[in-house]
């Protein structure tokens, strides 16, 4: 009976211990995520963002349903152009943090970042539900709008953007554009006229730039060079200036001076459609060869772009009958 008892005490002492020793890799686990999570949101605060990855990734690690490192980790990943495993993890932190600014409007910003705006319209607008003045969420929608072609949406925030800040440039500028493209160029013009007196030196270039397409709408492109020349004077890298004075010289018949122009546009921005179809259009008559490239390059890039729809069709009529003149197959 005694030897029963040992036993059984031996027993329940050795339970205790596993128990106690459970509990004591339970707490120290516990304590290794709080301190991988703390330093991740130190290194995230110091701008080490790789540093701050790696430490969100050891906490997720240890516990893949610890959504506050996925949010966090989240957030980084967007800040360094990662948008794939950006969302990946945002999209489970959400369950979690559905009322959380943040985490909405850098879903968005992911989503827009892939190229997908269905879906980064769906998180900006949850986003600007939480911060309805929200100037950063404002332009994101915006912009949004404007590149899937919804230029009345595009327009009606563009506004409340500008109310709340009439001297912040981008707000203006997003409006001039969605006034150019609703073929609206007067009214574009107010606005940028009245945004240039309040914009600083810095954002002058890209209000010029916008001055010029405007004037290129109002069929006055000797005033339109001049305004794309001084945009690029400031910012030689700036595609849509380039494009402008591609657009202009080809108008005056000037098209190898065009060239010039657009051929520098396209390397800076290489899948904007718009500067390849003018790159065909003004090497029709100077290489074949060179403009059906051209043209199946803005084929390539504007096949899914309901704004170029009468273009695509024009593009495979011009490429067929300039591979017909140069026989090639």
């Known amino acids: 009976m005694a030897l029963i008892m040992k036993k059984v005490n031996l027993l329940a002492v050795t339970a205790i211990l596993f128990t106690s020793c459970q509990t004591t890799t339970i707490v ?33 690690q240890e516990d893949p349903q ?36 943040d ?11 892939n190229g997908n705006y269905a879906d980064a319209i769906f998180w900006y607008k949850k986003a600007t539900k939480l911060k309805p003045n ?6 994101a929608l915006a912009w949004s709008y404007f590149n899937t072609r919804f230029y009345s949406q595009a327009l009606k925030i563009s506004r409340k953007l500008y109310k709340l800040s009439p001297k912040d440039p981008e ?33 002058m270039a890209f209000l010029q730039s916008i001055e010029g397409d405007i004037l290129f709408e109002l069929g006055k492109c000797d005033k339109a060079i001049n305004s794309y020349k001084n945009a690029i004077k400031d910012k030689p890298l700036l595609a849509s200036a380039l494009l402008g004075l591609g657009r202009c010289y080809m108008k005056e018949g000037e098209n190898t001076r065009a060239i010039t122009f657009l051929e520098r546009a396209a390397r800076i921005r290489p899948r904007m459609a718009e500067i390849f179809y003018n790159l065909g ?12 490239r051209y ?15 009468s273009l695509l069709k024009e593009v495979r009529d011009k490429t067929i009958t300039l591979k017909n003149q140069t026989n090639l197959k």
């Open 134 to 139: 929200s100037d950063k969420t404002l332009k």
């Open 171 to 203: 707000a203006a500028l997003i409006i001039s554009r969605t006034f150019i493209k609703l073929k609206r160029p007067g009214d574009a013009f107010k606005v940028l006229k009245l945004a240039k007196q309040r914009a600083s030196a810095a954002d």
């Open 103 to 113: 985490i909405n409007f850098y879903l968005g910003e992911a989503y827009r970042g």
């Open 28 to 60: 120290q686990k516990r304590n290794s995520q709080k301190n991988h999570l703390h330093l991740g949101n130190q290194y995230a605060k110091d701008g080490l963002l790789r540093e701050a990855i790696t430490s969100y990734k050891m906490a997720i």
């Open 66 to 101: 610890n959504l506050t490192a996925r949010r966090n980790i989240g957030l980084v990943l967007v800040k360094i152009g990662n948008y794939k495993h950006a969302i990946n993890n945002l999209e489970l932190a959400v369950k979690k943090f559905d009322s959380d600014f």
């Open 281 to 292: 259009l003004a090497y029709e008559n100077i290489n074949s060869k060179k403009a059906i």
């Open 295 to 309: 043209y199946q390059t803005f084929n390539r890039l504007a096949s899914t772009d309901p704004e170029f729809l």
